[in-house]
């Protein structure tokens, strides 16, 4: 029997680097830093600059990351905050912690990037903040976005949480809002050995206030100026994504050249691939097709070995956490063509050639 492709293998991964990455954790555990402290603060500065931002901070989930970039916005009950329909989850969870209300955007029906002609009907006065998400690992209209921010007076917000080293007009994201949420949940493109998340900024103030929400709302330990959190990276996690964003540029560019040959060799007209817009560089963190018949071709991938992944079944503004808001089916068309009809083809690093040859060949051979 033929060796199953999964969407995802993290195994071969840990293989490479098991060595250097315990190695790394020997000297989290000799200096017993397990939270925070010296190995946070060391991934910190490394990411900042991997990033092209004045700060990063470290914090444990890509999910606090964006509740505390709210905080720090002073955003709360009663505000707006827009975002797009089709996202994981998480990017709303950031919003309702405070007490605002996400409004739902629909997508780009080519980028399945959030509309930016949709947007501005969207915009009331209790609107807050736009959060743009580089879906997929791929960026979102940066500029079509940001203008309308400026004109409504806004915050742009980056959900970065896919796409550590996707670039967008020359400059890596992560630096085009008021800040930007990155996930590094393990099957992240720079995952951690654990939970962990981060967010970078170049405005000082939001970099002081990022750095006592996520300790307990202290600067001066057992002084608490507000309502802070426990929300800090632990020593390991730190210690492990320093080790691997040495890695995560070259790892970009072998998910970049599977999607390259995905992009160019899969000539099946039931299958649709996301668009790109020049100058909108992604690094694949999954590789989303649509096709009419989904479940059949889920089948079909699955009797020939080869397992997709569904990311996501249900757009968040049909989500039942959020059925208190009266969205109904119809209102983010697009959104939901993409829920119904999308799957993940393999996507790794570590996907060898004939991996990659036997997914090309097995879609080409799929009829509807
Ligand atoms: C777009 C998006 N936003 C936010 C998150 C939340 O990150 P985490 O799982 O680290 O909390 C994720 C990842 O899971 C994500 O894909």
Known sequence: MQAVIPCLDLKRQHQQLKQEIFAAFEEVYEQTAFSGGQFAEAFEKDFAAFCHTAHAVAVNNGTSALHLAMLALKIGAGDEVIIPANTFIATAWGVSYTGATPVFIDCDPFTWEIDPAKVEEKITPRTKAIVGVHLYGQPFDVDAI?????????????????????????????????MACFSFYPGKNLGATGEAGGITTNKEEYYQRLLSLRNHGSVVRYYHEELGFNMRMGGLEAASLRIKLRYLPSWNQRRQAIAKRYQQEIKNEAVQMQQQPEGHVSVYHLFVVTTADRDGLMNYLKTEHIHPGLHYPVSCHLQQAYAHLNYRPGDCPHAEYLAAHCLSLPMYPEMTDEEVDRVIHVMNAYRA
């Open 146 to 178: 940001r203008n309308i921010c400026d004109k409504h007076d806004l915050f742009l917000l980056e959900d970065a949480a896919q796409a550590q080293g996707a670039v967008y007009k020359g400059q890596p994201v992560g630096g085009f809002g008021e």
